[in-house]
């Protein structure tokens, strides 16, 4: 979670520091020392249960996971087990070409986090526990997906949700998102699933995908031979494309799982409940199919801009500073930014690995440039010219045209001249035209739009070129 301290102490809760650097008595399990639960914690948890349906239960209890490992100086972590904090909840999931279909949430639990081994720094294994005490929220959902590609998708909507609601970076690799799949199978007509495998070390949505495809075959593969399926633990190996034991399964009794004497109930009223509730931003598939609904945006384009916040953000702040210069029908100009953003703006934050929050040109001064584009003083050619210097200059837009003398040409009989020169000039392709190769229309309008440096506008060559040619066939 994103708490700016732990869940039990008040060490910071960051990635990347120094090892054991972020550690205090509490987070270390030192004696006499007493956990305070972080009040962020239980509002980002019931973030994510609102958002999925869950219902809050108004009294939760913390409880001790009973395991010993060596980086888990306490010898517990603390977590919820019988009396969680979110129940009952549900994801919809959309695959490729529309399908639907709805994956239970059994509970969401808080919980913190253990330390850290790093085996591959000398002979010995080192411990760093600055993981220790890190606040958790465990999503469990109910055996309803069919498919590593529901799976998958599952997994992007979590991410989108938990990203969203600003309670996780949704980082994978640094662990920020992690995925432990349960995996069983069952022979057709059956309804009793059968022993389960949970599989582990899967860093990304992909690798996902891929750990499950190999332990449904595997299971497939043992079954259909005579085999019986072992309840164990994998780590799955993204190098060798496989997954090998790590140990057997443990269940929940193994953990001896009880009410953490050192933490009270949590209590949750419905004033504290709706505060949360009325907080909640809208999340992105509502968001997408608004953008539908009321922008007219295709859906491939409202999945691109709302795929991240910061993205749908940038979006909308562009089209409302636009709106501004052009009052009007918001639709129409949706379109126009739209592009721009999923064009020329993701491909500037892609190349140099940058977020949209950091992003050198601000939503209005782009709305500023393709407001010079609507009313006729750029053309699209020219305004990718000025997108890149507005990269590196704090400028406007409109003095980057003027300064650089980059003002769309709109003058009928300037653009007149130009175009006899080029018919003049290319008398056998005119000929070709007028035998009926119209596709020498376009290569018409590239020489004349070279001619005028770019600067001429579209579509007074087009027209200008049309009647002239016409007037030559006549």
Not at 196 to 219: G, H
Not at 258 to 278: I, K
């Amino acid at each position: 979670m994103l708490t700016a301290t732990k869940a039990f102490c008040g060490c910071p809760n960051r990635f990347g520091d120094a090892p054991n650097s972020n550690v205090c008595p509490v987070c270390l399990g030192l004696p006499g020392t007493l956990p305070v639960l972080n009040r962020n914690l239980v509002e980002y948890i019931m973030r994510m249960g609102l958002a999925t349906g869950c219902r809050i239960t108004p009294r939760s209890i913390l409880a001790r996971k009973n395991y010993f490992y060596p980086d888990l100086p306490k010898g517990y972590q603390i977590s919820q087990y019988e009396e969680p904090i979110c129940v009952d909840g549900n994801l919809e999931i959309e695959l490729e070409g529309g399908a639907k279909t709805t994956v239970r949430i059994k509970r969401i639990h808080m919980e913190e986090d253990a330390g850290k081994l790093i085996h591959d720094q000398g002979p010995q294994t080192l411990v760093d526990l600055n993981r220790c005490g890190t606040p958790l929220i465990e999503i469990v959902t109910e055996p309803d997906l069919r498919s590593p590609r529901e799976a998958y998708h599952a997994l992007i909507l979590i991410r989108q949700m938990v990203t969203y609601l600003g309670i996780c970076d949704g980082n994978m690799e640094e662990g920020s998102l992690r995925c432990d799949a349960n995996v069983s199978i069952r022979l057709r007509g059956e309804t009793a699933l059968g022993t389960k495998t949970e599989v582990k070390n899967m860093n990304s949505f992909r690798n996902v995908e891929r750990a499950l495809e190999f332990e449904i075959q595997r299971q497939t593969d043992l079954v259909s031979s005579g085999g019986r399926v072992v309840q164990e633990t994998l780590l799955w190996d993204a190098d060798a494309g496989c997954a090998y034991p790590m140990r057997s399964k443990e269940e929940a009794h193994d953990y001896r799982y009880f009410p953490d004497p050192d933490l009270v109930p949590v209590l949750v009223d419905q004033a504290w409940e709706r505060s949360v509730r009325d907080a909640l931003p809208e999340l992105p598939v509502p968001r997408r199919d608004r953008y539908e609904r009321a922008f007219g945006l295709p859906r491939y384009d409202a999945d691109v801009l709302t795929a991240e916040r910061p993205v749908a953000d940038y979006f909308e702040q562009t089209l409302t500073a636009l709106q501004t210069l052009r009052p009007g029908d918001g639709a129409a100009l949706a379109k126009p930014v739209s592009n721009w953003v999923m064009t020329d703006v993701l491909r500037v934050v892609a190349e140099e690995k940058v977020d949209v929050a950091s992003f050198p040109i601000a939503p209005v001064r782009l709305a500023a440039m393709i407001g010079l584009i609507l009313d006729g003083t750029i053309s699209g050619k020219i305004a990718k010219d000025v997108f890149e210097a507005m990269l590196t200059s704090p400028a406007e837009p409109k003095a980057i045209v003027q300064e650089r003398g980059l003002v769309q040409v709109s003058d009928g009989g300037a653009i007149a001249a130009i175009v006899e020169e080029v018919l003049t000039a290319h008398a056998a392709q005119v000929q070709q035209y007028l035998g009926g190769n119209e596709r020498v229309f376009g290569f018409f309008v590239g020489e004349t739009m070279k001619r005028m440096q770019g600067k001429g506008n579209p579509t007074m060559v087009n027209a200008v070129l049309k009647v002239r040619l016409a007037a030559r066939k006549g």
